[in-house]
């Protein structure tokens, strides 16, 4: 069991990868993730198997799309018998341990995990009552008073990702001290953070930093007539259909920015820490996110949709001596593959009747054989506050240059990424 390796998986939440150095971006200051990217491997072209917490999350989880697994929303409860990447770990020997956020909804909120520590900053019963933001109410979910609340501040999401990064160090501590008296069993922890999802709030300073620096979204807002029904739709319903003044945009662009650092700070301390005991050496570090953000591109905000900036997600591989250093992927893999993946690369077994694909030989060597095709799904359900009763089914298909999006009941999205990298040319009808 000691030649096994360890396995450090964090995960944020909302993180963009464009808005990270690594993945290009040269006003953000991400340093840590900077520096396991270039001791790693990067993935550009990661994506979700839904651009929606729940579901997302849960996928990975199950390595199955959502609707496989049953659990589609955030309002959905991921069945307990459904076996999992937790479950595996076990399987294999491993004791896995979760710090902060799972967000799983129902009764069990453990999904195979021995142990939970911090757990999450929002209701995780169907029909509960969702926590209170204060000042900031609604500004963590898609409506418009998130941009016009956005600044200077401080939530509580930043506050619990604190609360996180002190237990991930003190479990860290703790590892170090057990294989001092003895105990070198491999360990499996996962670390989930709140940040940078909304609210648009984060430290003054900071905020005014990247206020004097960021430019205008690349893309501006699609004119009504161009733009496809659901969008226009979700405009209104989200109380976006109204320009949104500039200030307001850059504030919360701005206020984004600065989360992401505020959350790259957290990183480095958990990735020194681990250093500092010792336990680097032989372990396995995964970042990941479960959707990414819109930041104002197109006119368009948060999540819930299929454009890239939405449905895109970062992925970073490392492992010394192991994982290549400084090498980027540009195969297009899923959350659900990742699952399988960090099995494989683990000796755990493979999750039964999953839909994803391990992609372990890809990161070890990037002419291995790989299929560049996923698939993405999002289902509204009618229970969502901003969504007026009102149930759809969509579903994004990614093969090679091409990204074809379905609607039910509605014209499809057609995009050639190869040549329209902005997804502005809707071939649809051609």
Same mark, same amino acid.
């Given at each position: =069991?000691?030649?096994?390796?360890?396995?450090?998986?964090?995960? $944020?939440?909302?993180?963009?990868?464009?808005?990270?150095? /690594?993945?290009?971006?040269?006003?953000?200051?991400?340093?840590?993730?900077?520096?396991?990217?270039?001791? &790693?491997?990067?993935?550009?072209?990661? +994506?979700?198997?839904?651009?929606?917490?729940?579901?997302?999350?849960?996928?990975?989880?199950?390595?199955? +799309?959502?609707? $496989?697994?049953? /659990?589609?929303?955030?309002?959905?409860?991921?069945?307990?018998?459904?076996?999992?990447?937790?479950?595996?770990?076990?399987?294999?020997?491993?004791?896995?341990?979760?710090?902060?956020?799972?967000?799983?909804?129902?009764?069990?909120?453990?999904?195979?995990?021995?142990?939970?520590?911090?757990?999450?900053?929002?209701?995780?019963?169907?029909?509960?009552?969702?926590?209170?933001?204060?000042?900031?109410?609604?500004?963590?979910?898609?409506?418009?008073?998130?941009?016009?609340?956005? &600044?200077?501040?401080?939530?509580?999401?930043?506050?619990?990702?604190? *609360?996180?990064?002190?237990?991930?160090?003190?479990?860290?501590?703790?590892?170090?001290?057990?294989?001092?008296?003895?105990?070198?069993?491999?360990?499996?922890?996962?670390?989930?953070?709140?940040?940078?999802?909304?609210?648009?709030?984060?430290?003054?300073?900071?905020?005014?930093?990247?206020?004097?620096?960021?430019?205008?979204?690349?893309?501006?807002?699609?004119?009504?007539?161009?733009?496809?029904?659901?969008?226009?739709?979700?405009?209104? /319903?989200?109380?976006?259909?109204?320009?949104?003044?500039?200030?307001?945009?850059?504030?919360?662009?701005?206020? +984004? +920015?600065?989360?992401?650092?505020?959350?790259?700070? =957290?990183?480095?301390?958990?990735?020194?820490?681990?250093?500092?005991?010792?336990?680097?050496?032989?372990?396995?570090?995964?970042?990941?996110?479960?959707?990414?953000?819109?930041?104002?591109?197109?006119?368009?905000?948060?999540?819930?949709?299929?454009?890239?900036?939405?449905?895109?997600?970062?992925?970073?591989?490392?492992?010394?001596?192991?994982?290549?250093?400084?090498?980027?992927? $540009?195969?297009?893999?899923?959350?659900? *593959?990742?699952?399988?993946?960090?099995?494989?690369?683990?000796?755990?077994?493979?999750?039964?009747?999953?839909? &994803?694909?391990?992609?372990?030989?890809?990161?070890?060597?990037?002419?291995?054989?790989?299929?560049?095709?996923?698939?993405?799904?999002? /289902?509204?359900? &009618? =229970?969502?506050?901003?969504?007026?009763?009102?149930?759809?089914?969509?579903? =994004?298909?990614?093969?090679?240059?091409?990204?074809?999006?379905?609607? $039910?009941?509605?014209?499809?999205?057609?995009?050639?990424?190869?040549?329209?990298?902005?997804?502005?040319?809707?071939?649809?009808?051609?």
């Amino acid at each position: =069991m000691t030649d096994q390796p360890n396995i450090l998986f964090i995960m $944020s939440d909302q993180h963009a990868p464009r808005v990270t150095g /690594c993945y290009g971006d040269e006003i953000i200051h991400t340093p840590n993730l900077d520096k396991l990217a270039a001791k &790693g491997t990067t993935f550009d072209n990661a +994506y979700t198997p839904s651009p929606l917490c729940v579901p997302a999350r849960m996928s990975f989880l199950t390595g199955k +799309y959502p609707s $496989s697994q049953n /659990c589609w929303t955030n309002s959905d409860s991921l069945a307990s018998d459904l076996p999992t990447t937790a479950h595996s770990l076990g399987a294999a020997g491993y004791k896995p341990k979760l710090v902060g956020r799972l967000h799983s909804i129902g009764p069990d909120q453990m999904h195979g995990y021995e142990e939970r520590i911090v757990g999450d900053h929002s209701t995780n019963w169907i029909g509960g009552f969702a926590h209170t933001m204060g000042v900031l109410t609604k500004t963590n979910g898609p409506f418009r008073v998130s941009l016009e609340a956005s &600044g200077g501040g401080q939530s509580s999401y930043e506050l619990h990702d604190r *609360d996180v990064t002190q237990a991930a160090l003190e479990q860290l501590d703790k590892i170090a001290e057990d294989r001092k008296n003895g105990n070198i069993t491999p360990f499996s922890l996962n670390v989930g953070y709140l940040l940078p999802h909304q609210p648009y709030v984060a430290d003054p300073e900071l905020v005014g930093y990247y206020l004097a620096r960021i430019g205008a979204p690349r893309y501006s807002k699609t004119k009504a007539e161009n733009e496809h029904p659901y969008l226009q739709w979700w405009r209104k /319903c989200t109380g976006i259909d109204v320009d949104i003044p500039q200030e307001q945009i850059d504030r919360s662009r701005a206020a +984004y +920015y600065a989360l992401t650092e505020i959350f790259d700070g =957290m990183v480095g301390e958990v990735l020194d820490r681990l250093d500092e005991n010792g336990l680097a050496e032989n372990t396995i570090i995964i970042y990941t996110s479960d959707h990414g953000d819109q930041l104002g591109e197109r006119g368009l905000w948060w999540k819930q949709t299929f454009y890239d900036d939405s449905v895109k997600i970062p992925l970073i591989f490392s492992m010394p001596g192991v994982v290549p250093e400084g090498e980027r992927r $540009s195969q297009v893999v899923n959350l659900i *593959d990742l699952s399988q993946t960090l099995l494989q690369a683990l000796g755990a077994p493979q999750l039964p009747g999953a839909d &994803g694909r391990s992609f372990w030989d890809v990161i070890l060597n990037s002419k291995s054989s790989w299929q560049n095709e996923t698939f993405s799904e999002y /289902c509204i359900d &009618g =229970m969502a506050p901003w969504a007026s009763g009102v149930t759809s089914q969509q579903r =994004m298909i990614r093969s090679g240059k091409w990204k074809l999006i379905y609607y $039910s009941n509605q014209r499809p999205q057609l995009f050639n990424l190869e040549l329209d990298p902005g997804e502005i040319n809707d071939l649809a009808d051609d």
